[in-house]
């Protein structure tokens, strides 16, 4: 499907060359000038996205689907072949959750008019492949990160560094940061100064909205992890974070996205 190089690809491969250099353990001034490098090779592409959103707003408007064109991304069955192989090597209920994430994005996106569902499905399908080796916590996303863009699926790649800052703050993570310092240096530059796609906006909203077992309300979500994984002083303001994408969906969309996730009251009181 969208393995479109010429419109963006060879930025985001940059992005990834560099990352992955730089996560390899180089000086500080080096790290900071390799995270600018990576930012301003994301940023390019996601210029590129949102031209291509607002140019297809108008296709749109005539009735002909629109989709938002994304470089570096799996087919639908690829992404699954990935999962299964990461389930092999690492099983857990980790895998239900991103298959359920999947189905909550395609949902979505079948009813907005600037998202594909398929690319959509693949992106919640994969924005956990970090865990793919073992259990971790802030680490599952750069270890993410770095697994795609060697694959050559720099979209995907993205979003295995996005999906866990609806606010853009490395603080905002309250599990273990369990990276080298260099890779903490990365994520907080790469984190403080990317600018959030709509997909990357999608696969934030959609991890909220899921447990293994199936689609939830927000909030059950929010106090399942603050359980596991502690608060910090920034735990309401990134709840906030993910209701004011609730809210921004549901502009676009003109229905709440729980009228989109079949049995969401069953799985929220069960
Ligand atoms: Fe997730």
């Known amino acids: ?20 250099k730089t996560v390899g353990g180089v000086s500080a001034r080096s790290v900071d000038d390799a995270v600018g490098n990576a930012v ?21 408007a005539m009735g002909v689907p629109s989709g ?3 470089t570096g991304v799996p087919t639908a069955a690829e992404a699954r072949l ?18 359920v994430t999947a189905e909550a994005a395609r949902n979505i996106a ?14 919640g399908c994969l924005h956990d492949i970090g865990r793919r080796t073992g259990v971790s916590h802030l680490r599952h996303t750069i270890d993410g990160y770095k697994f795609m863009n060697k694959r050559g699926y720099e979209g995907c790649a ?55 077992q199936g689609f939830c309300l927000l ?4 106090v399942d992890v603050a359980l596991r994984y502690g608060v910090n002083e920034l735990t309401v303001p990134k709840w906030q974070a ?4 609730k809210q921004k969906f549901e502009d676009s969309l003109g229905c709440s996205v729980y009228e989109l996730l079949p049995g969401i009251a069953e799985t929220t009181f069960r």
Not at 1 to 20: E, L, N, R, S
Request: hydrophobic fraction near 35%.
């Open 1 to 20: 499907m969208h393995t479109d190089k010429t419109a963006g690809g060879a930025a985001d491969k940059t992005a990834g060359a560099v990352a992955d």
């Open 40 to 60: 301003d090779a994301a940023e390019q592409a996601g210029g590129r996205l949102r031209n291509k959103s607002a140019d297809s707003s108008a296709a749109g």
């Open 68 to 70: 938002v064109k994304v």
């Open 82 to 99: 990935i999962l299964a192989e990461a389930e092999r090597l690492n099983p857990g209920p980790w895998v239900q959750h991103s298959i």
């Open 110 to 123: 079948c009813h907005h008019r600037e998202l594909d569902p398929e690319t959509a499905y693949v992106f």
């Open 158 to 212: 993205r979003i295995c560094l996005t999906h866990s800052f609806p606010l853009p703050d490395l603080e905002s993570y309250s599990g273990n940061k369990d990276c080298t310092a260099d890779e903490l240096t990365f994520l907080r530059a790469y984190v403080g100064r990317i600018h959030y796609t709509l997909y990357d906006e999608l696969i934030q909203l959609c991890d909220s909205l899921v447990t293994p």
């Open 219 to 222: 909030e059950k979500r929010m």
């Open 242 to 245: 993910v209701f004011a994408l």
